[in-house]
């Protein structure tokens, strides 16, 4: 053959591998036929191939017309062991393709006695890359044939390329669509933990109910979550095996602790995967997790950078999954961090609410109930050096001070306990508020819709909205006359209270929109079980207040 037909063949060659590799998006599929293609179209009979990782451990994928010495005990000399091309592939040395001038397997082979290796005791190796990404080897070799010349060196080196391209295209493919599946889950998983929580009010309830939802929406077979406390890192939970404990287990280990500890002064430093992968490593000793074959983790910050607590991920086999879900998994962190943000910030506006109501009990005891007892206990010091005077009329008319002063205490300090934790309400919440707006001198109807017993949280936060639109109405409305209706429904609570007053100025609706504590107060009461406010006032035709709560976001 002249050296025109040759260079004819060759592109046929790498044409038809070309539309060979591009027909498939199947690796196993797409090797074996490309493999084919070229024994076929360069008159090679055998051709086998391995897919090595960054870790230099090696998978045989593919071995066409292999001799039965190479398939002895399906293929137990292809797939253990080492050899001459993987050892110089590990160690960087083998850059293109080169001749082997002797094959240990099928040496081993021959020693063994494992069967008919058909004449092939050589073979070529050519490295498969795309770029600076390396995916394995590929050898071809025929009987009795010890020297590949340099055309076919070449040739082969192209066709490697080809694989090589075609093996990174569906690399790239493959990421792509794992990347659009996780962030489709990622957004399911921020819906559920937002339910999550609203619905638990302990972080350690939280903690559990994150790693669930990880293991019900992501296909990682463990997960762990970490939290630094007191100084130490907590497991604060674990997922693995299908279910999720809460072990609250310190982490001691030498050096994992002294660098988390880094990483929480130093956000932006990523955890490395040799970390993760002690730190699994620790936690399957405390059998807490199950060896991991690969694990990534992410710090968790809040949304001013501050690292609060570390995602573990692990993986059961040593592919690049942990590679394509980095992206996935620090997204994941981040949500988990700013919805736990979230949660501490919503206990401490509650705290804040509790320590304003304490303030607001001690200031009505003290401008009250206090300065009552303090005039009876000046009038009883007083009455003792009248009964020694014997005026007896001055001493009657102090008596009769003394008891209406403690009747008005009587009465004042049961309307603060009234308010704090009302003694009708356990007659349902309709009838408390209409009892509290009778004191108030107020004209109620009520009306209830529904039978439904409400949680605790929901019929506070009702209680304490229709106090406080009954005091309005009794200071602002002008009108004695109020209506309270009560809807329970099966998925929501619902408020309305309407009075037939003088209602509000659009002007002076916007200065109490800025200023009014009890609007605001009614607001976030509503608000913080997920629910809704609404006022809605004519000038001159009455005012009315709208709340919703759902009950299923409830804490009860």
Request: net charge negative; hydrophobic share 40%; glycine share 8%.
């Amino acid at each position: 053959m002249d050296q025109k037909d040759l260079h004819i063949q060759e592109l046929t060659t790498l044409k038809t591998i070309a539309e060979t590799l591009n027909e498939s998006n199947d690796l196993n599929a797409m090797v074996n036929v490309a493999i084919e293609k070229l024994l076929e179209l360069t008159g090679l009979s055998t051709g086998w191939m391995y897919l090595v990782d960054e870790h230099g451990d090696y998978e045989f994928k593919a071995g066409i017309n292999l001799p039965p010495g190479l398939t002895h005990k399906e293929n137990e000399p292809m797939r253990c062991g080492g050899c001459w091309c993987l050892d110089r592939y590990g160690d960087g040395r083998l850059k293109n393709a080169v001749n082997i001038m002797t094959c240990r397997r099928i040496d081993k082979a021959k020693a063994c006695s494992w069967g008919d290796t058909r004449g092939i005791t050589h073979h070529a190796t050519v490295p498969i890359r795309s770029g600076s990404r390396r995916f394995g080897l590929l050898n071809v070799a025929a009987p009795g044939k010890i020297h590949f010349d340099e055309a076919e060196l070449a040739l082969l080196q192209s066709v490697a390329f080809q694989i090589g391209s075609a093996m990174e295209r569906m690399r790239l493919y493959a990421a792509e669509r794992r990347r659009a599946t996780l962030f489709a889950k990622l957004g399911e998983y921020g819906s559920a933990l937002g339910v999550a929580a609203s619905q638990y009010g302990e972080l350690a309830e939280l903690w559990e109910q994150a790693m669930t939802l990880i293991g019900r929406n992501f296909d990682w077979p463990s997960a762990a979550l970490l939290e630094p406390s007191g100084g130490n890192w907590t497991v604060r939970a674990v997922y693995s095996e299908g279910r999720t404990i809460v072990p609250q287990v310190q982490v001691p280990m030498d050096g994992i602790e002294g660098y988390l500890d880094r990483a929480v002064q130093r956000p932006s430093e990523p955890l490395c995967y040799e970390y993760a992968k002690k730190l699994a490593a620790w936690l399957a000793q405390q059998e807490l997790l199950p060896e991991a074959a690969h694990a990534a983790a992410a710090l968790i910050r809040s949304p001013g950078k501050k690292a609060t607590g570390i995602l573990l991920i692990g993986y059961e086999t040593r592919d690049e999954r942990y590679l394509s879900d980095s992206e996935i998994t620090e997204a994941l962190a981040e949500l988990i961090g700013v919805t736990f943000e979230r949660v501490r910030l919503e206990d401490n506006r509650r705290e804040l609410v509790r320590m304003d109501e304490r303030n607001k009990l001690a200031r009505d005891l003290h401008d009250s109930v206090s300065q009552t007892l303090f005039s009876l206990t000046m009038m009883s010091k007083g009455s003792s050096g009248l009964l020694s005077s014997g005026n007896e009329e001055l001493l009657r008319r102090t008596l009769q001070e003394m008891q209406a002063l403690s009747q008005s205490a009587l009465k004042e300090m049961r309307e603060l306990i009234m308010q704090l934790r009302p003694a009708g309400l356990e007659a349902g919440l309709a009838t408390a508020l209409k009892h509290y707006g009778e004191r108030l001198r107020l004209h109620v109807s009520t009306k209830v819709n529904g039978i439904n017993e409400l949680p605790r949280a929901v019929e506070e936060a009702l209680w304490r909205i229709g106090q406080e639109a009954l005091n309005n109405v009794s200071k602002h409305s002008g009108s004695n006359d109020v209506g309270v209706s009560l809807h329970l429904g099966r998925e929501r609570a619902g408020l309305t209270i309407a009075d037939r007053g003088q209602g509000i100025t659009p002007q002076r609706l916007n200065e109490l929109k800025r200023h009014s504590i009890g609007l605001s107060t009614m607001r976030e009461r509503a608000v913080a079980l997920g629910g809704s406010f609404a006022l809605h006032t004519v000038p001159y035709g009455g005012t009315t207040i709208e709340v919703v709560i759902p009950l299923d976001r409830a804490d009860d």
